[in-house]
């Protein structure tokens, strides 16, 4: 009977080979077996990929054709990085300003037929989709409109120069965290991805790069930290940053 461990297939021919006398050249043998009982499992169960379609579009069918070379190549999650401060091109019914005021184009929208295309496309070659709303960094085409609709400043910095005074790399925008209305509109959104997203237990959140300075140049900011008795310090401000968290948390779950 057969029975070895086998990571590659020079590792296969090496143990069924017999090698050859070095003095006398007989007795050479290949082991051929008819049948053979293969266990073979990766060693890591999250095999994922990002892509990132903010920063630049990628149209569905070139998104599909990653997944079938994900499948190909035993990858098993897809990390959809969908929303930057780029761009926003994500469609929700409920609150349609994001991608008037996020898209490239009106083309370069990825509609929730889209978006349940590619989970369904995912799901039957054996790939979880997770989707990503980045905040409260990297968040500023798209959330622009809030004062038109009288919900104040849902972001602030957006596109502000020079760059490196209000966030890590341009374009600027991060959310506004002392704004009340903002997490009724995240609450929206975070309930249209868990309708397109039904089966996966979860929503990727961002929280990369927060940059203080943006915060600490925004008036807004400003007078409600010295209202509260806050003052502008890293720790009041990684305060104020754990607060959003929680704040969206409570709305997802």
Known sequence: QLSFTVRKIWSFVAQTYRPCDSWKRNNCS????????????????????????????????????????????????????????????????????????????????????????????????????????????????????????????????????PWRNFCIEPPCGQLNPINPNLYTVLQQIYNDIAEMNKE????????????FGCWNSTAEIINYLMDHNLGRTEQDFLAMWSKFQVSSFIYVS
């Open 200 to 211: 996966e237990s979860v929503i990727h959140m961002g929280g990369d790069e927060v940059f």
């Open 30 to 161: 290949q082991s051929l077996k008819s049948a053979a009982n293969i266990i073979d499992q990766p060693i890591y169960a999250h095999r994922g990929l990002l892509i990132d379609t903010a920063r630049n579009y990628i149209p569905i069918k070139c998104l599909k054709r990653q997944l079938d070379a994900m499948a190909a190549s035993k990858l098993n999650v897809f990390h959809w990085h969908i929303t930057d401060t780029q761009s926003f091109p994500m469609q929700f019914d409920t609150v349609p300003e994001m991608i008037f005021y996020g898209a490239y184009s009106k083309e370069k929208v990825y509609c929730q037929n889209d978006i349940k295309s590619i989970i369904k496309y995912a799901k039957y070659r054996g790939i979880r989709v997770i989707l990503e709303l980045d905040a409260p960094a990297h968040a500023g085409n798209g959330w622009q409109w809030g004062p038109e609709k009288d919900l104040g400043n849902l972001a602030v910095c957006v596109n502000q120069k």
